[in-house]
């Protein structure tokens, strides 16, 4: 069974910093990408961040410059770096894991991050 754990989340005021973790649990099935995705209240979730087992990684418009997206392939570990955080930034982020030898993807529970003007 797979589970993915994140951790990181918070209260921070802009313009600061908060990294945020995601532990995938460790199974037979090997990890493809894995990514970071994001939701606020009221709108739909979407992708902040995602890297390839190869490092290859993509960025939204929004949070490239600020954030970095880094992975660990031999701990299952993917971890995000967010920097000058703003208010906009506040949502529940979600940690997404795809598998070479599954269909569909895992999440996370999501962790709260709260930035606050």
């Known amino acids: 069974q797979v589970q993915l754990v994140e951790s990181g989340g918070g209260l921070v005021q802009a313009g600061g910093s908060l990294t945020l973790s995601c532990t995938a649990s460790?199974?037979?099935?090997?990890?493809?990408?894995m990514g970071w995705y994001r939701q606020a209240p009221g709108k739909q979730r979407e992708l902040v961040a995602r890297?390839?087992?190869?490092?290859?990684?993509l960025y939204a418009d929004s949070v490239k410059g600020r954030f970095t997206i880094s992975r660990d392939n031999a701990k299952n570990t993917l971890n995000l770096q967010m920097n000058t955080l703003k208010p906009e930034d506040t949502a529940v982020y979600y940690c997404?894991?795809?598998?070479?030898?599954?269909?569909?993807?895992?999440w996370g529970q999501g962790t709260q991050v709260t930035v606050s003007s």
């Open positions: 997404r894991a795809s598998y070479i030898e599954v269909v569909d993807a895992y």
């Open positions: 460790k199974t037979s099935f090997t990890i493809n990408t």
């Open positions: 890297i390839t087992s190869g490092g290859a990684t």
